[in-house]
């Protein structure tokens, strides 16, 4: 018996455009513009489309409407080693992916070279038309990706700040400073006046040079001295550890660290000294990474809004691709101390 136009597909075999034309009683033109240009459909012939597409389940193709728009739907995003919020970048990652799947584009990974940010990867995937954008992370000092992409018309938004140079293109950043004024309030709160900070060395890195001067800042708010009481490392807990030696050493009754990861090498300093973190000494670490919460005792720690950093990104850069000379947008987003069991008051002199 012959099948009907309005009867489903052979079991097995593909919907096609010709199918749903058939079916809603339109040509197969009339299809395409429902899914490319529904503004040159009449409302209600849209509708009888759009209903048919989905009750026989079709799915354009993506090679199709790729050669049709110029467009991937596919978004780059280079991954790229970090001496400093590995974890944070895992977590961004995340949750810009699912932004961007809600918003019907997929993120398109490549590796980076470790060693600071660099163009490797970026030419290449424009070369061969596989990128509608980019999203950036890791900004630092000399940072030669935003200029470059810009310069040659490429949508792209950054998580993070320029850090030298004048300010090119959409970013989405937290604001660090603000995060470490807020540690630093939280423990003179508590009592505390000999608050010490462990960080990254000096001109190493954007986000710590912004932590390290929100820690300065309310210090010299609250008439307190930061003299000696600095202290750098790289990302590592050994080495954090033997930087955090002098600041305890020179009475630190608390540490705001950088990081997670540097505020784990101050409980070590801690530890191979007898003392309790909390008890003794209070830490507040930067990041929230879930490192923090299965510590004894469980750290204080910054937490960074990663699933609103995550969408706005993705927001602004579908704003940018619909208007490629509008405006650049800036967000600075807030990070929130989380208070755990690593702060407490000051011991009693000579406690």
Known sequence: MPRSSNSPPAKGGPVTLAMVARRA?????????????PDLLRPET????????????????RAAQTLRTRS????????????????????????????ADEAGYRILLFACPPGGPTLDGY????????????????????DPRQAWLAKRSVPFVSFG???????????????????????VEHLVALGHRKIAFL???????????DRAAGWQRAMRRHGLSTRGRRGQS????????????????????????????????????????????????SVVGFDDSPTAELLSPELSSLAQPLEQVGRECVRLLLARLAAPDAEAERILLEPSLVA???????????G
């Open 25 to 37: 009683g339109v040509s197969p033109q009339t299809v395409s513009n429902a899914i490319n240009s």
């Open 46 to 61: 849209l509708d009888r489309v759009r209903r048919t597409i989905d009750e026989m389940g079709y799915r354009p193709s």
């Open 72 to 99: 991937s739907r596919l978004i780059g995003y280079g991954i790229q080693p970090s001496p400093f919020s590995y974890p944070v970048l895992d977590r961004f990652l995340h949750a810009v992916s699912q932004a």
């Open 123 to 142: 030419e290449e995937l424009l070369d061969q038309h596989e990128v509608d954008a980019f999203v950036l992370s890791g900004t630092e000092h000399g």
């Open 161 to 183: 700040r320029m850090w030298s140079g004048r300010q090119i293109g959409d970013w989405v950043d937290v604001d660090g400073a603000s995060g470490t004024d807020a540690a």
């Open 199 to 209: 960080g990254w060395e000096r001109g190493s890195s954007g986000a710590g040079d």
């Open 234 to 281: 790289v990302n590592d807990i050994d080495a954090a550890g033997a930087a955090a030696k002098p600041l305890l050493d020179a009475g630190a009754t608390a540490v705001v660290a950088a990081s997670d990861m540097l505020a784990l090498g101050c409980y070590r300093a801690l530890r191979e000294r007898g003392a309790v973190p909390g008890r003794d000494v």
């Open 340 to 350: 755990r069991d690593s702060t407490a008051g000051p011991p009693p002199p000579g």
